[in-house]
Each structure stands twice: as structure tokens, then as C-alpha cells.
């Protein structure tokens, strides 16, 4: 099963009746070096990059509209057999029919990674990490202006998290039973355990007894569940949390770990000084590796411990500012049995039904740049638009709608232009490029791919990134509670009345 057949299975027993449209563009694998940037030496990962996009229709003659996306990075550590999954960005428009489909979605897709009998990578140990932080908007631009769309508040989007992740672990376990080990871990920075349990329990109560505890802390402490990343010392000085906290874009963690490598005083980032090199008798220039010194950045990090990490990582602007935001990780170790008659595929072999690096990023900056989705009709725009770009794109279009000029070709080739649905968004915040170390940006890998890169057709369009499906269940009950990303689903309003004073007898 591919991830777009999962997911739609995922959607099929929403309540209600209405229809669902689904893209999914998942990259090939390329190599990829700053997962651990700074460990010595650094493992061998490949990277593959997913955007899920998924529109509704209410009716069948209703036009499609978006409303819920998910990306994701997908990481492969052959050295450790272990992969790691960070879920970057969820969002929704606000414009979906009540219940949202978003968790039902983000479930599907969580389950599709952490089951060993569907996931893309031949791995024993799969690491899921997650940022939870309350945002307007993430992937649909100017949707927060949309009347329809509630936000979650910071407690409620970590509760939220909490839940999801809980249902999908307890279902794995169902479906594995006693042959793996699941791990949860949840720390909510600048609250005691306590603080962070009760405030997350009185949005969403857990049961009295569940198959996978959670655990508070972080979980680079654990021995059940390798981690992904291992040097040649692990266990000896030479281990830092370089080798144990995996570096994502726009992640906190990632950030505070920079400032704790190249900070080396209160003036501010310096590049380590220039070694200089040993002169033998001979007059020959040669470095003596009894007298090398460590790097500022390694040095940096092995001062402080991973429980001092965390501490400080409590003080952080990010966690400090006025919101309470969240680090949920899933470990699960599922040990598959070895072939040793059967070769195992290069990690760089495209797989059927992946894209192109290069046209993930061109539909992603499509979607962040030039279209937006305050009204609903602006997104039913934007969802025509973009829908017909990535079909375009697979059919070997080279040149596909430009959204941000407004201009959609009509029936006979000429274009003609749609007033007053120009957007003007600005491009959106970017985590800025890794630091430099000794003057030099962090180790790229430059060897070619002897893979060539895949090249989509329209047939790889409808066997792996475009589905549809229609349900046609029973209405949700009344008192359905509200998940995110609802529009239809309007909160119960209390009319208060008045009550009369009887009348006494005089």
C-alpha cells in the first residue's frame, strides 16, 4: 500500500456525506549531511521530502477547495537501520465540513510510517519528532483571515498532539502486539511534569489505563530504543549531544545548539582561529595529529550535557514567550528478519511513484507565495489553480499557470485575465543557512547520484499522487465535540433567560 491509498483509507470512515480529493508528492531519496551535523563522523542519510494536500467537495457539483496539508521529512540512517520522521507543518483552511478531516488525515499518516507492514524504509527503529507551536497560519497563507478558521490555543494544539500521537501508538501495538517496543516523550519547556499533565488533561482527559505510557523528559537517556546516530566512542568522551539531537530546519533545538557551538563569548559569533600547521626539521609543512586540536564547535557542545540542555532550553526565547509550546517524540523499535540471499536496494534508488526534489519545491513555493486563502472564494481559486499545476507538472507541462498574475488559460488557449484575485502575499519566513564553520558552509555531498532523477508521467499522477474519495456515513452526533480546523461545526450558544420571581400574596 502507497501512501496515498493509507491516507484515503484513513478519510473513509468520516462521518457525513462528502467527497475528498488527494495529492500526495513524495521526493526521491538524495543525500543529505546536516541531520547530525555535528557529530564525528557524521552518518550517511538520505532525505526524502512529502507534502500532502488534501481539498474537499461538499457536493458533487460543488467546486473543490482545500483544507488540510501536511509536510514532512523523512530521514534514512542505513548505518543504525533507523529513519526519522519530523512532521514540520499541519494547517488547514477552516473551510471543511464538521468533523474536520485533519485528524483523521494526520493519524493516517503517522500510521503509515510507524507500522513496519507499511512503511517505505527497510528499517528496525523509526523515530517520529514533532514541534508543537501555535501559529494563525502554517501552509495556507492568509487562511487566518478566514471567519470560519479557529486556531488552536497553545495548550489545546498540545493536547491535541498528545492525543493524536496516543491513538496511533495504542493502534500499533494492537496490530504488532509484544515483537517491537514503542516509546513515548513529551516535554512542554518551562513546565514541572505535573504542570504540563494536568493542563493538558483538562482540555483532552486521557483514559485510566492505556497500553504506551507517556513519559515526561527527553529520550536520549533511554537504552531500550537505539538512537540514530552513533560514533566511534559512544560511549567514551568522545559522544556529545551533536550525536544525540537530530537538527531540523526551523526547530528550536536546532537553533540553540548553533548558538551553543559557535558562541565562544559575550562579543558575539566568531569562527574558530586558523590552526597552524607544524614545521618538521625538514622544512616541509605537516600537521602532527598527537598535537590537533578539537574544533570550537565540538569542544562547545561536549561542555554541556544533554540534561543541561533541556534545562536551558526552558529559558529560551521561543519557549518563554508568552505561549507554552511542545517536543513530542515516538520511538518504536520493530527488528525485521535479515535475508541474507537478498541484496538490499541502494539507498539512493528512486521508488515508483516519487517526484522530483526540484518539483516538490516548485509546488510548495507555488503554495506559500502565490495563492492565499482568506474567502472561500479565493481558495476555491487557488485550489483549481494548484491542483492543475501538479497534474500539469506530471504530464510534462513546462509551462503551467503562473497564480500570481492571475491569468488561467480558458477552453480555446488564450488567457484571460480573473479580476480582483491577484493574491499579495509576501514570501514567507525562512530559517536562515547554517552558520560557517571556519569560513566554510557545513559539509555538502558533491558525488553524483548514480540515479537518474524520476520522471513523472501522467500515469505515475493517478496510480500515486492523485485519489479521490467519496463517504457517504452517518451524521456525527450533536454533541460532537469540535477538532481543529472546522468551519461548519459552530459552538453551542446557551441562551440564558430571566427567571421571574413568584408573586407573594399581600
Same mark, same amino acid.
Given at each position: 500500500?502507497?501512501?496515498?491509498?493509507?491516507?484515503?483509507?484513513?478519510?473513509?470512515?468520516?462521518?457525513?456525506?462528502?467527497?475528498?480529493?488527494?495529492?500526495?508528492?513524495?521526493?526521491?531519496?538524495?543525500?543529505?549531511?546536516?541531520?547530525?551535523?555535528?557529530?564525528?563522523?557524521?552518518?550517511?542519510?538520505?532525505?526524502? %521530502?512529502?507534502?500532502?494536500?488534501?481539498? %474537499?467537495?461538499?457536493?458533487?457539483?460543488?467546486?473543490?477547495?482545500?483544507?488540510?496539508?501536511?509536510?514532512?521529512?523523512?530521514?534514512?540512517?542505513?548505518?543504525? @537501520?533507523?529513519?526519522?520522521?519530523?512532521?514540520?507543518? =499541519?494547517?488547514?483552511?477552516?473551510?471543511? !465540513?464538521?468533523? #474536520?478531516?485533519?485528524?483523521?488525515?494526520?493519524?493516517?499518516?503517522?500510521?503509515?510510517?510507524?507500522?513496519?507492514?507499511?512503511?517505505?524504509?527497510?528499517? $528496525?527503529?523509526?523515530? =517520529?519528532?514533532?514541534?508543537?507551536?501555535?501559529?494563525?497560519?502554517?501552509?495556507?497563507?492568509?487562511?487566518?483571515? +478566514?471567519?470560519?478558521?479557529? /486556531?488552536?490555543?497553545? &495548550?489545546?494544539?498540545?493536547?491535541?498532539?498528545?492525543?493524536?500521537?496516543?491513538?496511533?501508538?495504542?493502534?500499533?501495538?494492537?496490530?504488532?502486539?509484544?515483537?517491537?517496543?514503542?516509546?513515548? +516523550?513529551?516535554?512542554?519547556?518551562?513546565?514541572?511534569?505535573?504542570?504540563?499533565?494536568? #493542563?493538558?488533561?483538562?482540555?483532552? /482527559?486521557?483514559?485510566?489505563?492505556?497500553?504506551?505510557?507517556?513519559?515526561?523528559?527527553?529520550?536520549?537517556?533511554?537504552?531500550?530504543?537505539?538512537?540514530?546516530?552513533?560514533?566511534?566512542?559512544?560511549?567514551?568522551?568522545? *559522544?556529545?549531544?551533536?550525536?544525540?539531537?537530530?537538527?531540523?530546519?526551523?526547530?528550536?533545538?536546532?537553533?540553540?545548539?548553533?548558538?551553543?557551538?559557535?558562541?565562544? $563569548?559575550?562579543?558575539? =559569533?566568531?569562527?574558530?582561529?586558523?590552526?597552524?600547521?607544524?614545521? $618538521?626539521?625538514?622544512?616541509?609543512?605537516?600537521?602532527?595529529?598527537?598535537?590537533?586540536? %578539537? %574544533?570550537?564547535?565540538?569542544?562547545?557542545?561536549?561542555?554541556?550535557?544533554?540534561?543541561? +540542555?533541556?534545562?536551558?532550553?526552558?529559558?529560551?526565547?521561543?519557549?518563554?514567550?508568552?505561549?507554552?509550546?511542545?517536543?513530542?517524540?515516538?520511538?518504536?523499535?520493530?527488528?525485521?528478519?535479515?535475508?541474507?540471499?537478498?541484496?538490499? /536496494?541502494?539507498?539512493?534508488?528512486?521508488?515508483?511513484?516519487?517526484?522530483?526534489?526540484?518539483?516538490?519545491? *516548485?509546488?510548495? @513555493?507555488?503554495?506559500?507565495?502565490?495563492?492565499?486563502?482568506?474567502?472561500?472564494?479565493?481558495?476555491?481559486?487557488?485550489?483549481?489553480?494548484?491542483?492543475?499545476? &501538479? !497534474?500539469?507538472?506530471?504530464?510534462?507541462?513546462?509551462?503551467?499557470?503562473?497564480?500570481?498574475?492571475?491569468?488561467?488559460?480558458?477552453?480555446?488557449?488564450?488567457?484571460?485575465?480573473?479580476?480582483?484575485?491577484?493574491?499579495?502575499?509576501?514570501?514567507? /519566513?525562512?530559517?536562515?543557512?547554517?552558520?560557517?564553520?571556519?569560513?566554510?558552509?557545513?559539509? &555538502?555531498?558533491?558525488?553524483?547520484?548514480? +540515479?537518474?532523477?524520476?520522471?513523472?508521467?501522467?500515469?505515475?499522477?493517478?496510480?500515486? &499522487?492523485?485519489?479521490?474519495?467519496?463517504? @457517504?456515513?452517518? $451524521?456525527?452526533?450533536?454533541?460532537?465535540?469540535?477538532?481543529?480546523?472546522? @468551519?461548519?461545526?459552530?459552538?453551542?450558544?446557551?441562551?440564558?433567560?430571566?427567571?421571574?420571581?413568584?408573586?407573594?400574596?399581600?
Amino acid at each position: 500500500m502507497n501512501l496515498r491509498d493509507a491516507l484515503l483509507a484513513g478519510l473513509a470512515k468520516l462521518p457525513g456525506t462528502r467527497g475528498f480529493h488527494l495529492h500526495v508528492l513524495t521526493t526521491s531519496p538524495r543525500k543529505h549531511s546536516n541531520l547530525y551535523p555535528f557529530a564525528v563522523p557524521r552518518p550517511k542519510t538520505y532525505l526524502h %521530502e512529502v507534502l500532502v494536500l488534501l481539498s %474537499e467537495q461538499p457536493t458533487p457539483d460543488s467546486p473543490r477547495i482545500f483544507v488540510s496539508a501536511i509536510e514532512a521529512s523523512l530521514y534514512h540512517v542505513p548505518s543504525t @537501520s533507523s529513519a526519522v520522521l519530523y512532521v514540520s507543518k =499541519v494547517d488547514s483552511t477552516g473551510q471543511a !465540513k464538521s468533523p #474536520s478531516p485533519t485528524p483523521a488525515l494526520v493519524r493516517a499518516f503517522l500510521a503509515y510510517y510507524v507500522n513496519p507492514a507499511t512503511r517505505p524504509l527497510s528499517v $528496525d527503529h523509526l523515530w =517520529v519528532h514533532l514541534f508543537a507551536r501555535a501559529q494563525s497560519q502554517y501552509l495556507f497563507p492568509n487562511s487566518a483571515e +478566514f471567519p470560519g478558521k479557529r /486556531p488552536l490555543t497553545d &495548550i489545546k494544539l498540545c493536547a491535541w498532539w498528545k492525543r493524536q500521537f496516543t491513538t496511533v501508538a495504542e493502534d500499533l501495538v494492537t496490530q504488532v502486539g509484544e515483537i517491537g517496543r514503542t516509546r513515548l +516523550f513529551y516535554m512542554l519547556p518551562g513546565l514541572q511534569e505535573f504542570e504540563a499533565f494536568n #493542563s493538558l488533561e483538562r482540555v483532552y /482527559p486521557s483514559k485510566s489505563t492505556t497500553s504506551v505510557p507517556w513519559i515526561y523528559g527527553h529520550p536520549y537517556s533511554q537504552i531500550d530504543i537505539p538512537l540514530p546516530c552513533t560514533s566511534n566512542g559512544s560511549a567514551g568522551k568522545s *559522544r556529545h549531544i551533536g550525536h544525540d539531537i537530530p537538527w531540523f530546519d526551523d526547530d528550536p533545538k536546532a537553533r540553540f545548539m548553533d548558538e551553543i557551538a559557535y558562541t565562544i $563569548d559575550s562579543e558575539g =559569533v566568531k569562527s574558530p582561529a586558523r590552526k597552524r600547521p607544524r614545521t $618538521d626539521h625538514s622544512g616541509s609543512d605537516k600537521k602532527d595529529p598527537a598535537s590537533h586540536k %578539537e %574544533e570550537q564547535p565540538t569542544k562547545a557542545l561536549k561542555k554541556v550535557s544533554i540534561e543541561e +540542555f533541556w534545562e536551558r532550553m526552558s529559558f529560551r526565547q521561543e519557549c518563554i514567550a508568552g505561549a507554552v509550546t511542545g517536543f513530542f517524540v515516538m520511538a518504536i523499535s520493530n527488528p525485521t528478519p535479515k535475508n541474507p540471499t537478498r541484496s538490499e /536496494p541502494s539507498p539512493l534508488a528512486p521508488q515508483p511513484g516519487q517526484v522530483s526534489p526540484q518539483m516538490l519545491k *516548485r509546488v510548495l @513555493s507555488s503554495l506559500m507565495t502565490g495563492h492565499e486563502f482568506p474567502s472561500v472564494e479565493r481558495a476555491i481559486w487557488s485550489t483549481r489553480v494548484l491542483e492543475e499545476s &501538479i !497534474k500539469g507538472l506530471c504530464d510534462g507541462l513546462k509551462t503551467v499557470p503562473t497564480p500570481g498574475t492571475g491569468l488561467t488559460p480558458d477552453e480555446s488557449g488564450r488567457r484571460t485575465p480573473e479580476p480582483n484575485l491577484a493574491p499579495t502575499t509576501l514570501a514567507p /519566513p525562512q530559517t536562515p543557512p547554517p552558520r560557517l564553520t571556519n569560513n566554510r558552509r557545513p559539509i &555538502i555531498d558533491v558525488s553524483p547520484n548514480p +540515479f537518474p532523477e524520476p520522471i513523472t508521467s501522467l500515469e505515475t499522477y493517478n496510480s500515486y &499522487i492523485y485519489g479521490s474519495l467519496t463517504v @457517504s456515513n452517518p $451524521d456525527p452526533p450533536r454533541n460532537d465535540s469540535a477538532e481543529i480546523g472546522d @468551519s461548519n461545526g459552530k459552538p453551542a450558544v446557551t441562551v440564558l433567560t430571566a427567571r421571574k420571581k413568584p408573586r407573594t400574596k399581600p
